[in-house]
């Protein structure tokens, strides 16, 4: 081991907006849906606008009003393993990373599962928005 440190994960906001607002999976995945999402890497956090099912808004330390409809995150070293480009076992989606590795994803859990094919989308969103960073 080198001893260097892994540097934070930050989440690509504008690019995942971007990404999103290309992604005919999303569109259909989150018609009707209206929500804020916030999610959060170790402290840091930032807020996923949807009116109507389209994203509008992803910015950094969002307002906490009004409330947000889910909360999703974790520390920066399981952000590292969700958004590699083939993730190891239960890292594949935010569900599996909650159950089997201390991933939260909290709030109104109605609107998480019906909308779970568009939360999907948004994390298949930022894999490809970090890959092009690399």
Known sequence: MSGATKARVRLPLDAVIALLGQDP???????????????????????????????VTFRPNGSASPPCTL???????????????VPRPFFQDFLP?????????????ESFYAYYGAISRILVAMRRAVAEQR
């Open 25 to 55: 999976e999303w569109a259909l995945a989150a018609r009707f849906w209206t929500a804020r999402i916030a999610f959060f890497v170790d402290d840091e956090r930032s807020v996923l606008t949807i009116e109507s099912g389209k994203a």
């Open 71 to 85: 909360r999703i995150g974790g520390p920066s070293g399981l952000w590292d393993e969700l958004l590699q480009p």
């Open 97 to 109: 990373a909650s159950l089997h590795h201390g991933f939260v994803c909290e709030g109104d859990l």
